[in-house]
């Protein structure tokens, strides 16, 4: 099965990856080190990436933006409707 990782459909839950890599651009101040392991679900396609349904913190409103997450972020995901991780 082919996945555009680029396109996922809202409602697709994503395992956030344990560690950041060079290619997840994520902020060097560590705010969001707090997401890392855990899994959750896509909310909306933005420029930047993928905001995440975030119910601890509501999404977590940070510079007037919520977190953006790209493809690299992701260690599985599981399209709605489906039962496997890929």
Not at 2 to 19: M, Q, R, W, Y
Not at 54 to 76: L, V
Request: hydrophobic share 30%; glycine share 6%.
């Amino acid at each position: 099965m082919s996945i555009d990782l680029d396109n996922l459909p809202i409602g697709t839950e994503v395992k956030i990856v344990d560690k950041w890599s060079d290619e997840t651009n994520q902020n060097s101040m560590g705010n969001m080190d707090r997401y890392l392991g855990y899994t959750y679900h896509i909310l909306r396609q933005t420029y930047a990436g993928y905001n995440l349904s975030i119910p601890e913190d509501s999404g977590c409103i940070f510079d007037g933006t919520k977190w953006h997450f790209n493809k690299y972020c992701f260690k599985a995901i599981r399209l709605p409707d489906t039962e496997y991780w890929y």
